[in-house]
């Protein structure tokens, strides 16, 4: 595995290739309540989830080193915790959102997303948070939101029955490794590592499914939304919630 620092040209185009992938993806989905990978997510919630977390990626970058984020990771509090906090987070924000449809969730995600790729060129050695002792820059943070789109780009596109691989799998290993410092890495396949470290499996659904989940485990996500439940999906580094010693 690569453990070197991701060139930063390389950074930059891995970020606008995973935020066209979303946006093209976007344009292509016809079902928005089909399942997705991200356990009792419906497609319209991750979209509605990749909107919140532009957004704080913004907010975070905008008032690095002084960020909600940067506050959290400087407590040095163990992966488990970190991705516990962050989980809830993801939980309630996604549970205020306004209703409103898949096309314009990911609108507002490119709104934020094209913002904080305007603005962190000129911020790249900024320091963004410090976690156990080590500096980590706006560059750094910069590679886990590479990592952050192109897992949900991977989403979406299983979601709608489509394969989906980076174009530079390499560089999203290399960016993990800097940007995601409370996670692993496991061993393999650069993509497939990314995806099991994550929390998902490379094969899903199983092929004897179809796309999208078992029709049983509908009614019970079903019920849950009836109890206002918002579950959380699988890791995606430093915006949706992760699981440790993956």
Partial sequence: MERTPPDRCRVLECYQDGVRAIRALAERAADWDAPTPCPDWRLIDLAGHLRCVAENFLEYLQDAPDS?????????????????????????????LPPEPGPARIMAFGVSAG???????????????????????????AGAACVEWHLHAWDMARAMGEAYQPRDPDLLVSAWHWGVPHLPLTPG??????????????????????????????????????????RRPPAAPGGAAGRPAR
């Fill in 189 to 230: 396949d650069a993509w497939e590592a990314v995806l099991r470290s994550s929390g998902r499996s490379p094969r899903w659904p199983d092929p004897a499914e179809g796309p999208g989940r078992p029709r049983g485990r509908r009614a019970g996500r079903a019920a849950q939304a009836a109890r206002g439940v918002v």
């Fill in 115 to 141: 913002a904080y790729a305007d603005l962190m060129p000129d911020m790249w050695d900024r320091t963004h948070l410090i976690y156990r002792g080590t500096k980590y820059t706006v560059g750094d943070h």
């Fill in 68 to 96: 909600r984020l940067a506050t959290l990771f400087a407590r040095d509090a163990a992966a488990a915790v970190l991705i516990r906090q962050q989980a809830r987070q993801n939980a309630a924000e996604l549970a205020v």
